[in-house]
Protein backbone atom coordinates (compact mmCIF):
# COMPACT_ATOMS: atom_id res chain seq x y z
CA UNK A 1 0.00 0.00 0.00
CA UNK A 2 2.00 3.02 -1.49
CA UNK A 3 0.22 5.69 0.92
CA UNK A 4 1.32 4.30 4.03
CA UNK A 5 4.62 4.43 2.99
CA UNK A 6 4.37 8.50 1.99
CA UNK A 7 1.74 8.68 5.12
CA UNK A 8 4.93 7.17 7.50
CA UNK A 9 7.61 9.60 5.59
CA UNK A 10 5.59 12.70 5.74
CA UNK A 11 4.97 12.30 9.89
CA UNK A 12 8.56 11.19 9.82
CA UNK A 13 10.03 14.61 7.69
CA UNK A 14 7.10 16.70 9.16
CA UNK A 15 9.37 17.81 12.70
CA UNK A 16 7.76 21.25 12.99
CA UNK A 17 3.52 20.36 12.40
CA UNK A 18 2.83 16.73 11.89
CA UNK A 19 5.24 14.48 13.84
CA UNK A 20 4.63 16.32 17.54
CA UNK A 21 1.26 16.13 16.35
CA UNK A 22 1.77 12.57 15.95
CA UNK A 23 2.81 12.14 19.22
CA UNK A 24 0.14 14.19 21.08
CA UNK A 25 -2.26 11.70 19.67
CA UNK A 26 -0.38 8.43 20.65
CA UNK A 27 0.05 9.96 24.23
CA UNK A 28 -3.61 11.02 23.92
CA UNK A 29 -4.70 7.35 22.79
CA UNK A 30 -2.21 5.59 25.59
CA UNK A 31 -0.16 4.21 22.72
CA UNK A 32 3.51 3.77 22.60
CA UNK A 33 5.46 6.89 21.41
CA UNK A 34 7.36 5.35 18.18
CA UNK A 35 7.43 6.33 14.58
CA UNK A 36 5.48 4.66 11.71
CA UNK A 37 7.75 1.78 10.36
CA UNK A 38 7.90 2.18 5.99
CA UNK A 39 8.46 -0.89 3.61
CA UNK A 40 11.67 -1.60 2.54
CA UNK A 41 12.50 -3.72 -0.41
CA UNK A 42 15.42 -4.92 0.70
CA UNK A 43 14.03 -5.71 4.51
CA UNK A 44 12.45 -9.34 4.32
CA UNK A 45 9.96 -8.44 6.93
CA UNK A 46 9.10 -4.81 6.62
CA UNK A 47 6.01 -5.22 4.89
CA UNK A 48 4.49 -7.48 7.29
CA UNK A 49 6.13 -5.02 10.21
CA UNK A 50 4.47 -1.82 8.77
CA UNK A 51 1.02 -3.64 7.84
CA UNK A 52 1.23 -4.90 11.84
CA UNK A 53 2.02 -1.55 13.21
CA UNK A 54 -1.04 0.27 10.96
CA UNK A 55 -3.03 -2.20 12.35
CA UNK A 56 -2.12 -1.50 15.91
CA UNK A 57 -2.27 1.96 15.93
CA UNK A 58 -5.26 2.29 13.39
CA UNK A 59 -6.63 4.67 15.41
CA UNK A 60 -4.05 7.58 15.76
CA UNK A 61 -3.45 6.96 11.64
CA UNK A 62 -7.32 7.85 11.56
CA UNK A 63 -7.29 10.62 13.74
CA UNK A 64 -4.21 12.03 12.34
CA UNK A 65 -5.46 11.32 8.77
CA UNK A 66 -8.42 13.00 9.53
CA UNK A 67 -7.38 16.14 10.83
CA UNK A 68 -7.65 18.88 8.32
CA UNK A 69 -4.55 21.24 9.28
CA UNK A 70 -1.97 18.07 8.89
CA UNK A 71 -3.26 17.83 5.02
CA UNK A 72 -2.67 14.60 5.41
CA UNK A 73 -6.23 13.07 3.91
CA UNK A 74 -4.57 11.59 0.76
CA UNK A 75 -3.59 9.33 2.93
CA UNK A 76 -6.45 8.13 4.58
CA UNK A 77 -7.48 4.41 4.84
CA UNK A 78 -10.91 3.63 3.38
CA UNK A 79 -12.61 0.63 5.19
CA UNK A 80 -12.25 -1.70 2.63
CA UNK A 81 -8.42 -1.42 3.11
CA UNK A 82 -7.92 -1.75 6.77
CA UNK A 83 -9.94 -5.44 5.77
CA UNK A 84 -7.00 -6.16 3.78
CA UNK A 85 -4.66 -4.94 5.91
CA UNK A 86 -5.92 -6.68 8.68
Excluded: G
Excluded at 51 to 78: C, G, P, S, V, W
Amino acid sequence: MPQLCKLAYAIKNSSTLTLPEWFHILDKLSLNACMMPHDVQTRWNATYDMLNFTYKYKDAINQITNRHNMKLQDYEIKPHEWNIIK
